[in-house]
């Protein structure tokens, strides 16, 4: 007798096995097919989410960082258009540097070959195109969204025109200039090292600057009745002033006493310890004395024109 025939099981063409390397690649051309990226990244009338992804170096195939890079970036980018944003997701690969040019000059030594400028930088150009086909199939692979027809590459003719066109603009202006400065070393991997990689034991000290940030809304009463009477701020201090022109907030511990500080028609508000080492045009004399304040959440204006914080 077959049991089976006994059982009052419902029926369904739902497969039991998940074959996901034979089935995830048939979802992914009905998503192409439906234009699913198409239809999230432009929807005219509503508000723009767009993430600018940082490129991996088109230098060999993916890994488990690239993945967890590629997929959180996914999550957000999924999520942003599922909240009804214009959500366009535009990948990249960064096609410069010595990963690429390391990985050719191992290819030219297995043939025996010693090659001469150009042809370096033309097998680098191959080496770099061929990975970049590789990894958009292997991010594609994994169910990352995004326009992988029209990457940017920073080989490409119209990027590297781009790159003169704005150092031109630099030069006109007066900030680039010829100096001398190190180039760390590591005799152990025999590379080049950037400065955020290098440790120091002691005594190094790094150019900072101060920045103000002006008050634009108060809701939260931190500067209460001084609003109308201080041009009042908010103060940072910075060794990494570069970054200034990409801030978009300012954050306060929410463990730390803050005071409001002043001199002449100027208030700020400064975490109390570190009231002696703001600048000079600031001291606890307002009023006769600091006055200690909740530094709740306000609205500030960006030093920088094109910038809101």
């Not at 097998?123 to 990457?151: I, M, S, T």
């Amino acid at each position: 007798m077959d049991y089976r025939e006994t059982l009052n099981l419902p029926a369904t063409d739902f497969p039991m096995k998940a074959d996901l390397p034979t089935r995830e690649p048939l979802f992914q051309e009905l998503w192409a097919k439906q234009e699913v990226y198409d239809k999230t990244a432009d929807r005219p009338g509503h508000d723009l989410f767009v993430l600018h992804d940082g490129p991996p170096y088109s230098n060999g195939d993916i890994h488990m960082g690239h993945a967890l890079n590629k997929i959180l970036k996914d999550i957000i980018v999924k999520y942003k258009a599922m909240r009804g944003f214009a959500a366009p997701y535009v990948p990249g690969w960064d096609n410069h540097g010595l990963p690429i040019e390391t990985g050719v000059v191992k290819q030219f030594r297995k043939e025996g070959v010693t090659p001469d400028k150009v042809t370096l930088r033309k097998r680098c150009r191959e080496y770099a195109a061929e990975y970049v086909e590789k990894q958009r199939q292997q991010f594609k692979r994994l169910g990352v969204r995004g326009d992988w027809d029209n990457p940017y590459l920073t080989m490409s003719t119209q990027f590297e025109a781009e790159i003169v066109r704005v150092f031109g603009e630099l030069v006109e202006k007066g900030f680039v200039y010829r100096g001398l400065r190190p180039v760390y070393w590591c005799t152990t991997d025999e590379t080049a090292l950037a400065d955020a990689e290098i440790e120091y034991h002691e005594g190094k000290r790094d150019p900072s600057i101060y920045v103000r940030f002006a008050l634009k809304s108060d809701p939260h009463g931190v500067f209460e009745d001084l609003v109308d009477d201080y041009n009042c701020y908010t103060i940072i201090w910075t060794t990494t002033p570069w970054t200034i022109p990409s801030n978009v907030a300012v954050a306060v511990h929410p463990a730390a006493e803050y005071v409001v500080v002043g001199v002449g028609d100027d208030c700020c508000v400064v975490a109390e310890p570190l009231v002696a080492q703001s600048p000079a045009c600031y001291s606890p004399t307002m009023d006769g004395g600091a006055g200690q304040r909740d530094a709740g959440r306000g609205r500030l204006s960006h030093p920088a024109p094109h910038q809101r914080a």
